[in-house]
């Protein structure tokens, strides 16, 4: 895969591709979006790109408004008007198995990155790089570093070693600090359009390809412009997940949730079904639901609520889930949610 192949993200490739052509690459870039959209991906690909062995040059551009302009390269070599990688030499290779000796991605472990992945980071970034161009290291998830791990990798950023290239990626920018947020070039990653989700979700899953279309328009419902999350995950099976633990949540059992990421999924799915009762109420007009395949469910669960509750618990929930960054204990969120719904929501219809 090339970024020639990334779709529904053009807006952000544009910005980089055109960095790329200046020969103005940041030392840090924070790719900014929700998960599931492509910002992983686009960052091995960014990787790739700046070490690609054969990269595809693009016709030159001269002059003008918003063209190429050789006159401002006086320093550029054979490889600096790539627009992307050949995805097929050595390099390339080595980058998509996660094997090159000047590329590092890290994710957090057990919901956290800790001091010890910064430091494999600060190792690999102190050498020269070894074959590549460049030394790529991306940090997925870069938010959930811990104090001390933000800690060190600021140092990083704020002395970056030549020739390194540093991707932050982030669903929730908001709960890195601002000392890091500050140093790294922004680009935002907005969700796509159906068709684009569309296209992704069939391309990209196996699993799906013999889905009838009418499995497939109801993933890409569910996903809301964020095919990744059809792609790692089974959105069916995690919205019968979801209702199994509202039913228990509404029949006064105990926290049916096993991890912190499981909390924050069961939330998301919450404030969806909060905004489809909320429609069903404004408009009555079904075809405008996420969950269009469960619309009798919806018509009776929402049936006893008024839309101005709807909304208040939407609004409730929304600042709950703002205090998740603050490591909420599970079995006390649990039992706050289960008394504001509980006072709303029938658990016969639940
Ligand atoms: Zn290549």
Redesign the pocket.
């Known amino acids: 895969m090339a970024f020639r192949d990334i779709i529904g993200q053009d807006m952000a490739i544009n910005i980089l591709l055109r960095t790329i052509q200046r020969g103005r690459l940041p030392s840090s870039y924070l790719f900014i979006g929700e998960s599931g959209i492509g910002k992983k991906f686009t960052a091995i690909n960014l990787a ?1 790109a700046v070490n ?4 595809p040059i693009p016709p030159l551009e001269k002059g003008g408004e918003g063209g190429f302009d050789q006159g401002r390269y006086g320093g550029m070599n054979e490889y600096s008007l790539f627009t992307d ?5 050595p ?2 290779k080595k980058i998509n198995a996660g094997v090159h000796p000047d590329f590092l991605l890290i994710s957090p472990e057990g919901g956290q990155i800790r001091i010890e992945e910064i430091r494999a980071v600060n190792d690999i970034l102190s050498f020269k790089p070894f074959e590549g161009r460049n030394k790529v290291v991306i940090a997925d998830e870069a938010d959930t570093m811990n104090p001390f791990a933000a800690n060190a990798f600021l140092k990083t950023l704020e002395e970056p070693p030549k020739d390194s290239l540093i991707i932050l990626i982030s669903s929730n920018p908001d709960r890195l600090p601002d000392t890091i947020r500050s140093r790294c070039s922004k680009v935002n990653f907005t969700p796509l359009s159906h068709e684009a989700c569309r296209k992704v979700i069939k391309i990209s899953s196996q699993k799906y390809s013999k889905k009838t279309s009418e499995v497939l328009s109801t993933l890409v419902r569910l996903s809301m412009g964020r095919p990744g999350l059809a792609i790692a995950g089974n959105l069916i099976e995690d919205r019968a997940w979801f209702i199994k633990l509202l039913k228990g949540m509404l029949n006064v059992e105990k926290d049916g949730w096993t991890s912190k990421e499981e909390m924050e999924r069961w939330f998301d799915i919450l404030l969806i079904l909060f905004r489809d009762m909320a429609i069903i109420k404004i408009t009555q007009d079904e075809t405008n639901l996420i969950n269009i395949d469960f619309k009798d469910y919806l018509n009776k669960l929402s049936s006893s609520i008024d839309l101005k509750v709807i909304i208040e618990n939407y609004q409730k929930i929304n600042i709950l889930m703002r205090y998740f960054k603050f490591n909420l204990n599970r079995s006390l969120t649990w039992n706050y949610t289960a008394s504001l719904l509980r006072k709303t929501m029938d658990v016969k219809y639940a």
Do not use: G
């Open positions: 790739k690609c062995l054969n990269p990688c050949c995805d097929e030499c390099s390339c």
